[in-house]
């Protein structure tokens, strides 16, 4: 605990530097929120970071583990952070008051798409759980009040309520350990492209994803239109044979709405520009390109009026005008 609040203090520190009103000549000082400590939003955004340094002259950015997921877009609200990796669900969430975030967090914009971040509910194939109907009275561990919230919905779709679940909150690192350990049956874990994590269990473990059924797809895609169920294909992990189908994250980069929108519209341009360092430390990063923000706005998984002015700028610079956007 006294170790997340140095994390939070500094966070505001550096957070009220970059937000005061420094001019846009003066070097800006601010805390990037990345994820879970080991995940794939720590190593992408981590290398995010080193890209927007090398190649932004008026910022200096450091990444920073969040508390919790939950925590980025009430932080990156609060001006305590100049930007944070999320998702479309969680800022939809977020900006609108839904289910934790009991107030409006409209000091946050979009300032691009990241990748098709595809979650998952691991098991080691010695448990004997195939199903989510399986999963009554077992143990699920989550890194995250938000991500619960969203595996719960699943899990009551599935005819399993939440309350017959006992949840346990982790890291992604202290998640596999406890898998491993047998201390928890099953885990949530972001699983595609690839994560290292997970990766690291299928080396040492037989394992498997729990199945989803097409029922409980059709009920989630319909009431979830910003996190539609996708698939991690057969053989992205060793001795895992079958697809894996849970929810996708599509992961968003976000920023407090004070930040010079000149300084977003460079942030863009650097991190289109540079993608291939982004994706040399994750094959997540080969999804970061231009393309992906008029998709999104287009199927409905991006509202244009949540995006950043200076990102607007970008997309108006290069030919490509986003309509209804900041």
């Given at each position: ?71 980025t877009p009430p932080t990156v609200n609060s001006g305590a952070a100049m930007f944070g ?39 080691l194939d010695k448990s004997g759980i195939k199903t989510m109907k399986d999963a009554k ?190």
């Amino acid at each position: 605990m006294r170790n997340i609040k140095k994390v939070m203090t500094a966070s505001l520190i550096a957070g009220s530097l970059a937000l005061t009103g420094a001019s846009a000549s003066a070097k800006q000082f601010g805390q990037f929120l990345t994820g879970s400590s080991g995940g794939v939003y720590d190593i992408v955004g981590s290398s995010m970071v080193n890209v927007i340094n090398k190649n932004v002259p008026e910022v200096r950015l450091n990444p920073s583990n969040p508390p919790s997921y939950s925590q980025t877009p009430p932080t990156v609200n609060s001006g305590a952070a100049m930007f944070g990796l999320s998702d479309a669900d969680q800022f939809y969430k977020a900006y609108n008051g839904i289910d934790e975030f009991k107030t409006p967090l409209q000091n946050i914009s979009i300032v691009m798409p990241i990748y098709s971040n595809i979650m998952s509910q691991i098991t080691l194939d010695k448990s004997g759980i195939k199903t989510m109907k399986d999963a009554k009275g077992k143990r699920i561990a989550v890194p995250s009040v938000t991500t619960k919230n969203m595996v719960a919905q699943m899990y009551e779709y599935a005819g399993v309520p939440s309350d017959d679940i006992n949840w346990v909150y982790l890291t992604y690192a202290e998640s596999a350990s406890a898998l491993k350990d047998g201390n928890v049956d099953i885990a949530t874990f972001t699983a595609y492209p690839k994560s290292g994590t997970v990766e690291g269990i299928a080396s040492l473990e037989k394992m498997r994803f729990i199945e989803l059924d097409p029922d409980t797809i059709e009920k989630w895609n319909k009431a979830n239109p910003r996190a539609r169920v996708g698939i991690i294909p057969a053989g992205t992990y060793p001795g895992v044979d079958e697809d894996g189908k849970f929810y996708a994250l599509y992961s968003l980069l976000i920023t407090n709405d004070k930040v010079d929108p000149t300084i977003i519209e460079k942030v863009v341009d650097a991190l289109y520009a540079n993608s291939s360092e982004v994706a040399a430390s994750h094959p997540a990063g080969a999804q970061i390109n231009k393309d992906n923000l008029p998709k999104y706005i287009k199927e409905g998984i991006i509202n244009s009026t949540y995006v950043n002015e200076g990102t607007a700028k970008y997309y108006k610079s290069i030919g490509n005008p986003l309509p209804g956007s900041k």
